[in-house]
């Protein structure tokens, strides 16, 4: 299992490296100085590869901050029950902020 | 005479960390901008995603704040600095990864090569932020 | 005369005493002076009962490892001019439970060996004797990872081992890869099954501090990294 969430952890590395470069520039470079409105986002939502950039940033910014975590706990000695219940509990804890970020963004785009 | 064994104890095993190496430095800090970073992601998605929610008037007030007080734009700053960090040195581990780098020499020179691709954007960045 | 060595060393006798002490030393200094130079001329002249482990004096049996200014060296290969002081302090390898001042118990250390079986096991199908040539890539690869003497610098060195306890640490992980990377070898399939584990190379994280500290000059982050791979070409279904 390692091998894959290593390897995981990897993927969404460069991914991230992509899409966090896009999401900072895109919010301070494409912008008048003007604190961002709501009506911005709106229309910003609704063009769908913004739309995907978000979705992709949520899912594997995620994925990644919760398995280097993860990594942190394992660098410690620990018994195989802790370690079950607390991967259970970061995955509980990653598919519900993915979860309600999705449903947010989606909620503002005025798709649902 | 395997009877034999000396007692030993764990009891004083000193400890050692390599505060003198690069690449121990690059680690201690590559961890610590990842775990502020996680802290970070899920307080702007908790908080972005609660302030859409709540509507254009919640929204646009945040925002107001978020953008325009000098003690968020200051940490606006520090932001875009750890992501820099965390992401450069990224870069120098997926390397590792691939097999590039991997010698002792090799992987201090990379080190600072990203810090100084780091530090230029950052001061660019600071250097827009204040234009 | 030049100025005397003030050499602190660490003192600990499990037997009788509550707790490790220092004792300070004057020793004077001569040319190409090693630390086990030091701690010789003080077992000898200043006080019997000291401990510590060497044998063969020249770098290659990997005994007199200790841990001297803060990193863990060899003390015959280590000249006192290289570090560039007159005060020196010498300690027992971090990392090891300790058997009396300089003398560790490198049992834990060697345990991990066994577990990634370091022995070269070769393939029973084979018939005629097949042969890895000297000037090929794969004999280069490995060359520099094969001049371990097991002295335990790196295990003292690395963070991970420090933070736990179950990490094979880059002396075994290094051994196993040399033999994994051997096409004859028998059980390399299963010897990655031995590293590929939590406690094995997943904990490594590129610090490079065994590689800072080996007397050989080998980068066993190196070695760690090709097994990740593996690891994962293995689960792809690439390595077999």
């Given amino acids: 299992m390692h091998a894959w969430t290593w390897l995981l952890q990897r993927i969404s590395a460069v991914i991230l490296l992509i899409v966090v470069g896009f999401h900072i520039g895109f919010l301070h470079f494409s912008n008048t100085g003007e604190p961002l409105n709501y009506g911005e986002v709106v229309t910003r939502l609704k063009t769908p590869i913004l739309m995907v950039f978000d979705v992709l940033l949520l899912i594997f910014g995620i994925y990644h901050a919760l398995y280097g975590v993860y990594s942190v706990f394992l660098d410690f000695d620990s018994g195989k029950k802790e370690r079950v219940l607390v991967f259970a509990l970061f995955v509980a804890v990653g598919v519900g902020i993915v979860g309600f970020g999705i449903f947010g963004l989606l909620y503002t785009a005025g798709s649902l | 005479m395997p009877d034999s064994h000396l007692m030993s104890t764990d009891a004083f095993r000193t400890r050692n960390q390599m505060w003198d190496a690069t690449g121990m430095w690059a680690w201690v800090l590559h961890r610590i901008t990842g775990l502020g970073l996680v802290f970070y992601i899920i307080l702007h998605t908790v908080l972005m995603g609660t302030s859409l929610l709540s509507g254009k008037e919640d929204f646009n007030e945040t925002l107001s704040v978020l953008m325009g007080h000098p003690v968020f734009e200051f940490l606006d700053i520090l932001l875009v600095g750890t992501v820099l960090y965390h992401g450069l040195n990224g870069i120098r581990i997926l390397l590792f990864d691939m097999g590039i780098g991997v010698w002792i020499r090799t992987q201090k020179t990379l080190f600072w090569m990203f810090m100084g691709v780091g530090a230029i954007l950052w001061f660019w960045f600071i250097l827009l932020k204040l234009g | ?240």
């Avoid at chain 3, 690869?141 to 610098?153: A, P, R, Y």
């Fill in chain 3, 1 to 240: 005369m030049p100025e005397p060595l003030h050499v602190k060393v660490f003192r600990f006798n499990p037997e009788s005493d509550v707790a490790p002490k220092f004792d300070h030393f004057q020793v004077p200094v001569f040319d190409n002076m090693a630390i086990l130079d030091v701690v010789m001329h003080i077992q000898n002249y200043l006080d019997r009962s000291l401990s510590f482990r060497f044998s063969c004096r020249i770098g290659m049996c990997g005994s007199c490892a200790m841990y001297v200014n803060g990193r863990a060296r060899l003390a015959c290969r280590t000249q006192v001019s290289s570090l560039k002081t007159r005060d020196i302090t010498v300690m027992p390898l971090p990392n090891f439970p300790i058997i009396r001042d300089l003398v560790v118990d490198m049992e834990p250390f060697f345990d991990k060996w066994k577990k990634i079986k370091p022995y070269y096991l070769p393939k029973k199908e084979i018939d005629a004797p097949v042969t890895v040539q000297p000037d090929s890539d794969e004999r280069e690869f490995i060359d520099d990872m094969l001049d371990c003497i097991s002295c335990g610098c790196c295990y003292s060195a690395c963070s991970m081992v420090a933070t736990h306890k179950d990490y094979l640490g880059p002396a075994a992980l290094n051994r196993a890869y040399t033999l994994i990377a051997d096409k004859r070898d028998a059980i390399r399939v299963e010897r990655l099954k031995a590293v590929d584990r939590s406690y094995g190379v997943w904990r490594c994280h590129t610090q490079f501090n065994c590689a800072e500290v080996c007397p050989k000059n080998i980068v066993p982050t190196r070695s760690i990294q090709n097994l990740k791979r593996r690891c994962v070409l293995k689960k792809i279904g690439v390595f077999k």
